[in-house]
């Protein structure tokens, strides 16, 4: 509990794991009244009879830029070497004196993580869906039992995307490649995406299943993944990598 606690106190005196957070709550929240905004032009002008079943749920796919950010972050700042005036060092070298134990530092630095980033998608969750609440009014998608496994969905998918940037960032031991990466699959150009026009097979990647969970409506797509299937597949992905990340940890000199 110890170790957990001390990476969590890390976590919360990052100021890059602010911005992550901040990024994980703003863009969803901004998308998701620009697309509201839309939604209710078009029902007003008689175009659209309804808002889209997926709204403020597509915005949430964008918001895990957030998540990223927060495990890329989380792990790679053990790895930046400090200021000379500070001594040189690396945060590594003090966390394993601190904890010796490697698997059992990782263990709590992954866990930490996973909380953050599940504390992050409730927070944006709800930020983003009272956007859309506010901007459509009664025009919004009534709330039923249906949406508490989406809901339950969004932050799974968020903790395990934060799990799958950390692993990586494990095994680059710097965050630069693995930040810019995920950010532009989530956010500019989905390379998954594109590969599903190639082959059927990359609607199982991690990132294109995992939206199973809460996206109804994925557009283009003609495969047929249920939320538990996706939640399945996205669960192996980052148990993978997980066992990959501490082998590789274990293993190699700090």
């Given at each position: ?148 496994p989406r809901l339950a969905g969004v932050v ?80 192996i992905w980052v148990t993978v990598l997980l ?12």
């Amino acid at each position: 509990m110890k170790a957990l606690a001390a990476e969590a106190s890390k976590l919360a005196s990052s100021p890059a794991v602010w911005i992550a957070a901040a990024a994980g709550v703003l863009v969803p929240g901004v998308i998701a009244a620009i697309t509201a905004s839309s939604a209710l032009g078009a029902i007003t002008r008689g175009t659209e009879a309804n808002a889209a079943i997926d709204t403020g749920y597509q915005e949430l796919a964008f918001g895990v830029a957030g998540a990223i950010i927060l495990g890329v972050v989380g792990v790679s700042g053990e790895y930046v070497t400090e200021s000379a005036e500070s001594g040189g060092g690396r945060q590594i070298t003090t966390s394993l004196t601190v904890v010796p134990s490697r698997l059992r530092f990782l263990l709590a630095k992954m866990s930490a993580i996973a909380v953050s980033g599940a504390l992050l998608a409730i927070t944006a969750t709800v930020t983003t869906m009272g956007v859309v609440r506010v901007v459509l009014g009664e025009h919004a998608p009534a709330w039923g039992a249906d949406d508490v496994p989406r809901l339950a969905g969004v932050v799974c998918y968020w903790a395990y995307t934060a799990l799958l940037a950390s692993a990586i960032t494990v095994l680059t031991r710097h965050g630069v490649v693995p930040l810019a990466v995920l950010i532009a699959n989530t956010s500019v150009v989905s390379v998954t995406y594109l590969l599903t026009k190639i082959t059927p097979l990359a609607n199982y990647l991690p990132d294109m299943a995992g939206v199973r969970m809460f996206i109804r409506q994925l557009a283009d797509s003609t495969a047929e993944i249920s939320p538990l299937t996706g939640c399945l597949v996205m669960t192996i992905w980052v148990t993978v990598l997980l066992v990959i990340a501490v082998i590789s940890f274990t293993r190699r000199d700090a």
